[in-house]
């Protein structure tokens, strides 16, 4: 069953037929009721009108031998003892009006002593007097055979108060077989016509959700050749429906674009690691094999140097892989102010400009590594001074490193930020470094809910900006 509705067409099939199923139960239903409602009422409005002709005809004295009954219809007059007077010539069975008696039993005439008793006895409410005719009718079903043939009637039933016969009660039926007839040729067509009904329904329903999901179906094989290719450059198809497809289809795109990107961008930082551990490795090998068969050319301040830069390449490279996996910082305070100093601390040509205490939310190893790789760069790039400022700006922590070398080109501003960038004043890898410093600082900085930017320093240079959320 599971597999039989595993797609989204056929639940979406199942629930629209199951929809229309209930709609159509509920409307034939009500129309079943309606019908049978409306036929029970006519029924009983004909049941009405023939017992008040016969009634008027007993409220002008006419003797029970010349009314005039209906012979295809149950027609019983009863007195107020519950005697059958009068009825219907073929006559054979009857039941639904209390009087089950078929064949007249007339009773004797009567004088008008006995009126003021007889409207005391009136059941049904009403104070006739003689040669009226109740207003209120009583309804009810039952049943009767008329010539040998069996039918279900509805009856009224209208009191009539006469001059020498006192109160009478007129019983007068009507077939229902018109009722009944209706309503099972009205089931009849519901229970053939719905079944019809449905499956249309779950026809076009079929027809409609396989042409609206077939471009989800396009997205779905394209996404399994890109997979089976592993080329992110392709793209799936967009229909041009504007709709929660298309809108689906342009982000699956834009998803593809920026895993495109970024595995691109991994291609890269393994291809520039590869490249920046090389050459200080191949430099070491060098001299070792230069010192194993001469060791007395043992060039040791170069190896250590060497080595040197290869730890600080690992560790900027295994910082990098870190916050590129995601690493939170921790939420410790620190006083930048307080860290600014102490990442100044022995550098010659920098001052520290401080007001007070300024403290940041964050990772105080971090946020050290982030003062130091800008203070790195604004050393090798200022020509004799660097100044290192430490602020609030409103709910922000902002220091501010300014160099008073040539700065950097408005074209350059951003570029120098992405990973083994170096400007052609930094190509050397021994003065410029790998060029992973900047990037971490801004990785660093974003990681921190923060911003770090570089401006023109009023001195000429760089001004290079770190933003972060006070605490």
Do not use: C
């Not at 279900?152 to 019983?171: C, H, I, K, M, N």
Request: proline content about 4%.
């Amino acid at each position: 069953m599971s597999r039989l509705f595993g797609s989204v067409r056929a639940r979406a099939t199942l629930a629209a037929t199951l929809v229309v199923a209930v709609a159509l139960v509920a409307a034939g239903t009500a129309v079943l009721l309606s019908l049978r409602s409306n036929l029970l009422g006519e029924a009983g409005t004909q049941a009405e009108r023939s017992a008040r002709e016969v009634a008027t005809e007993l409220a002008v004295g006419t003797p029970y031998g010349d009314l005039s009954l209906v012979d295809d219809r149950p027609v019983q007059v009863v007195d107020e003892d519950g005697r059958l007077v009068a009825a219907s010539e073929d006559l054979e069975r009857i039941s639904g009006t209390g009087v089950t008696a078929v064949k007249p039993q007339p009773a004797a005439p009567r004088d008008g002593e006995h009126d003021e008793a007889d409207e005391d006895d009136d059941d049904s409410g009403e104070s006739l007097g003689p040669g009226e005719i109740g207003e209120r009718t009583t309804v009810s079903d039952g049943s009767a055979t008329i010539d040998g043939d069996a039918e279900d009637y509805r009856f009224a039933a209208v009191p009539v108060e006469t001059e020498d016969r006192g109160l009478l009660t007129v019983y007068a039926g009507a077939p229902l077989s018109a009722e009944h007839g209706a309503v099972n040729t009205a089931l009849t067509v519901m229970l053939i016509g719905f079944p019809v009904l449905l499956a249309v329904v779950a026809w076009v329903t079929w027809l409609v959700t396989r042409r609206a999901l077939r471009p989800v179906e396009g997205i779905r094989r394209e996404m399994a050749a890109i997979t089976a290719s592993e080329d992110l450059a392709r793209r799936v198809p967009v229909p041009g429906t504007h709709d929660e497809v298309a809108r689906l289809a342009s982000t699956t795109n834009e998803t593809l674009a920026a895993l495109e990107s970024s595995v691109e961008r991994q291609r890269r930082f393994v291809a520039d690691a590869s490249h920046e551990l090389r050459s200080p490795i191949a430099s070491l090998r060098t001299q070792l094999e230069v010192a194993a068969a001469h060791p007395e050319l043992l060039d040791l301040d170069g190896a250590v140097a060497d080595t040197v830069r290869l730890q600080r390449l690992a560790a900027d490279l295994l910082l990098l892989a870190r916050l590129d996996a995601g690493e939170r910082p921790a939420d410790a305070r620190v006083d930048l102010a307080a860290l600014a100093r102490e990442e100044a601390g022995g550098r010659t040509g920098v001052s520290v400009r401080a007001g007070g205490e300024v403290t940041v939310a964050g990772s105080r190893g971090q946020l050290g590594r982030v003062l130091a790789n800008l203070l790195d760069n604004a050393q090798r790039h200022a020509r004799s001074a660097v100044e290192v400022s430490v602020r609030r700006d409103g709910g922000l922590a902002v220091v501010a490193v300014a160099d008073d070398g040539e700065g950097v080109p408005a074209a350059d501003r951003e570029r120098i930020f992405e990973r083994f960038v170096r400007l052609d004043a930094a190509r050397s890898r021994d003065d410029g470094g790998a060029g992973l410093g900047l990037a971490i600082a801004r990785d660093v900085a974003v990681r921190h809910g923060g911003t770090l930017t570089v401006h023109d320093a009023p001195a000429g240079g760089a001004l290079f900006e770190l933003r972060l959320p006070g605490a």
